[in-house]
């Protein structure tokens, strides 16, 4: 079964649930409807987590064996010195890979030191208790992120010397990027930054927007990757968004924070006040950022859910009425998230800027 939420995955599942062509994976047609939905789980499971290799999709052979279609990736491990290998050296999870004289297998979607038979020992509450060593792999999330970064400096490394070569007019595709740079400017930035101080907070807005709208973008092709789906990001994400506007705040954005009242009231007045009032500033600081995560995290996340949801319907079905019900609706969602991936791109970066525009308000002291 296919691991990417891709319109023509949907097309091409389809095709393949209707027909019931032997040998595929979730297509079985000796499995039973228990055994059908269990391996359906576990395929949009592992589509949502991150992975050592890119999988497109799988199937069975005539002999039973699980073929894998797609590409490895370098682990990186520090284990007592430095261990490079390939990650092809796992076979999906299924291997374990031998370094030098020691071994390692994966488990749960983590590596683990073991023996050359693969033994992992769990706890009571079935947590491994093998040793782990340090982790540096670059993972599929992690090749994504350096291929769109890659692209970003290509793109906008082009965009400039467009501007430069034509006397301030982009050529080619910079002008479809540039109404979305001005848009981002002068609709985003400026009004809930201010005129005074939008310029240095421009960079940062503008490689947010892009980033998160190429990577969700990027989720919904066949490499089906889910990398804004991962709480990790939008959290590192967040981070940033709440490092600078707590950084670059200016002492009207404090004095709010710890003086909510100003100096409308005596002091013996307010003490009851702030009692309440600062705790609640103070947790403000933290509430920001958060939902920043989770908000981007959540609709991702349950995007790709939807769609391996609605894909897996047509192995269930295998019918006229019901995969051709599925299709439609999974088609229908996969043109949804396109317009979700731009949306959710954008939300991060209004709300990052409206964040931005408390930490630089400046007020008149008299």
Same mark, same amino acid.
Request: cysteine-free; charged content about 10%; hydrophobic content about 50%.
């Given at each position: 079964m296919p691991s990417a939420t891709h319109p023509f995955y949907a097309v091409l599942c389809y095709t393949i649930a209707l027909f019931s062509v032997p040998g595929l994976g979730v297509a079985k047609e000796n499995a039973t409807s228990s055994d059908l939905k269990t391996e359906i789980k576990e395929y949009i499971g592992h589509h949502l987590q991150d992975a050592y290799d890119f999988s497109l999709f799988s199937y069975t052979?005539? +002999?039973?064996e699980h073929v894998y279609i797609g590409f490895p990736l370098p682990v =990186?491990?520090?284990?007592? $010195?430095?261990k490079v290998f390939s990650s092809s050296q796992f076979l999906h999870g299924e291997s374990v890979a031998q370094v030098g004289t020691n071994y390692y297998a994966i488990d749960h979607g983590k590596i683990y030191k073991t023996n050359a038979e693969g033994v992992i020992e769990y706890?009571?509450?079935?947590?491994? #208790?093998?040793?782990a060593p340090l982790d540096f792999s670059i993972t599929k999330g992690v090749a994504s992120m350096l291929l769109i970064a890659g692209l970003m400096f290509w793109l906008f490394r082009k965009l400039g010397q467009s501007y430069v070569a034509n006397g301030g007019v982009p050529a080619g595709i910079g002008r479809f990027f540039e109404p979305i740079v001005l848009y981002i400017r002068d609709d985003i930035a400026r009004p809930n930054i201010g005129e005074k101080k939008y310029g240095k907070y421009m960079s940062f807005l503008l490689t947010v927007f892009f980033f998160i709208w190429f990577l969700n973008l #990027?989720?919904? %092709? /066949?490499?089906?990757?889910?990398? %804004? $789906?991962?709480?990790? =990001? %939008?959290? $590192? #994400?967040? @981070? @940033? %968004?709440?490092?600078?506007?707590?950084?670059t705040g200016t002492k009207d954005y404090w004095l709010h924070i710890f003086d909510p009242l100003g100096g409308s009231m005596k002091w013996y007045a307010k003490v009851p006040l702030y009692i309440i009032l600062i705790p609640i500033e103070v947790l403000g600081i933290f509430i920001k950022p958060f939902s920043l995560l989770i908000r981007l995290y959540a609709n991702m996340q349950a995007g790709h859910i939807v769609l391996m949801s609605l894909i897996g319907l047509m192995f269930i079905f295998k019918s006229w009425l019901g995969s /051709?019900? +599925?299709?439609g609706l999974a088609f229908a969602i996969s043109l949804i998230e396109l317009l979700v991936a731009l949306l959710q791109a954008y939300i991060f970066t209004m709300l990052s800027a409206l964040y931005f525009g408390f930490a630089a308000e400046e007020h008149e002291h008299h």
């Open positions: 052979n005539a +002999s039973g =990186i491990l520090w284990d007592n $010195g430095l706890d009571e509450e079935h947590h491994a #208790l093998n040793e #990027l989720g919904l %092709t /066949p490499l089906g990757v889910n990398v %804004t $789906g991962n709480i990790a =990001i %939008t959290f $590192g #994400l967040a @981070l @940033l %968004t709440f490092l600078i506007t707590n950084l /051709p019900l +599925s299709f």
